[in-house]
């Protein structure tokens, strides 16, 4: 998908404008969501699962050799976890990231998954108290605070990891 993103835009675009209005809908929904977030998740995702796709292809395969697979698997675990824990591996992705983006007509600084969350309000049960300090919910620091690159690296990249670590 990340090589042929150019030519399904185009055929989405030319869909859009079909006469058949079910398809010409649906094309334009589809065109909508691709933006610079949408290239961003998928260079992201491309690199990540890029890397495990051996050990999916190995564990599928009718001759699985269990010693093998163990040891691809320690392997790619590893691989992960120093993606998670080397800053300069998420630096050399976000220079790809850049790439990608730019190929394709986008501006990572205008990434829809980055923009600030929305405004969090105080329950209306405790609109008649005062309320000192909240638990469970983040003050202070703001996703503004944060660089494009940053806000990924955070609320993208590692939960990613993280979660196929676990």
């Known amino acids: 998908m990340k090589e042929r993103l150019n030519a399904v835009v185009r055929v989405l675009e030319g869909l859009a404008n079909d006469c058949n209005a079910?398809?010409?809908?649906?094309a334009r929904g589809l065109l909508g969501q691709i933006d610079a977030g949408f290239a961003m998740k998928l260079a992201i995702m491309t690199?990540?699962?890029?890397?495990?796709?051996?050990?999916?292809?190995?564990?599928?395969?009718?001759?699985?050799?269990m010693v093998k697979a163990v040891e691809l698997i320690e392997t790619v675990r590893a691989h992960l976890e120093e993606m998670r824990s080397d800053p300069a591996s998420f630096d050399a992705l976000w220079d790809e990231v850049e790439k990608n983006s730019a190929a394709h007509g986008f501006d990572t600084s205008e990434c829809r998954m980055c923009r600030s969350p929305?405004?969090?309000?105080?329950?209306?049960?405790?609109?008649?108290?005062?309320?000192?300090?909240?638990?469970g919910q983040q003050s202070g620091s703001t996703h503004s605070d944060f660089s494009v690159k940053d806000s990924t690296r955070m609320n993208f990249f590692y939960?990613?990891?993280d979660h196929m670590l676990t």
């Open 118 to 135: 929305r405004k969090r309000k105080l329950s209306t049960k405790l609109q008649d108290f005062v309320v000192t300090d909240s638990i």
């Open 159 to 161: 939960p990613i990891l």
């Open 22 to 26: 079910d398809r010409a809908i649906d």
């Open 47 to 65: 690199h990540i699962l890029g890397r495990i796709n051996q050990l999916s292809n190995l564990l599928q395969s009718a001759n699985l050799d």
